[in-house]
């Protein structure tokens, strides 16, 4: 049975930084892409990066989060992070990663390209 589990959340303030992991657990995970989403209160879940595990270097953003977050992966932990600097209020939401049900080169943006999730980790940046 495939597991994600998400930790790093936190309360902070606008301008500080979090790293969020998601260790991964119930299959090997090469060749299957990682994704981060979030969901604000009231609000869609919104894809936030994604990253191949075929190519560390194939990853994917939300425009408004490119430049200030980072997308990586550690094959030896089945572990993903997201370094997220210069955090802003609007980056408020609850944190989920999430993986597919087949292997595949591609990265989707859309929650349908992903089987199984997380539970979340909830973010709160402060103004």
């Known amino acids: 049975q495939v597991q994600l589990v998400e930790s790093g959340g936190g309360l902070v303030q606008a301008g500080d930084s979090l790293r969020l992991s998601c260790g991964a657990s119930?299959?090997?995970?090469?060749?299957?892409?990682m994704g981060w989403f979030r969901q604000a209160p009231g609000k869609e879940r919104e894809f936030v990066a994604a990253i191949s595990w075929l190519n560390g270097d194939n990853t994917r953003y939300l425009d408004s989060v490119k430049g200030r977050f980072t997308i990586s992966r550690d094959n030896a932990k089945n572990t993903v992070y997201l370094q997220m600097n210069s955090l802003k209020p609007d980056d408020t939401a609850v944190y989920y990663c999430?993986?597919?049900?087949?292997?595949?080169?591609?990265?989707?943006?859309?929650?349908?390209?992903?089987?199984?999730w997380g539970q979340g980790t909830q973010v709160t940046v402060s103004s």
């Open positions: 999430a993986t597919s049900r087949i292997p595949m080169n591609g990265i989707p943006r859309d929650p349908s390209g992903y089987a199984y």
């Open positions: 119930g299959r090997t995970f090469a060749n299957y892409p």
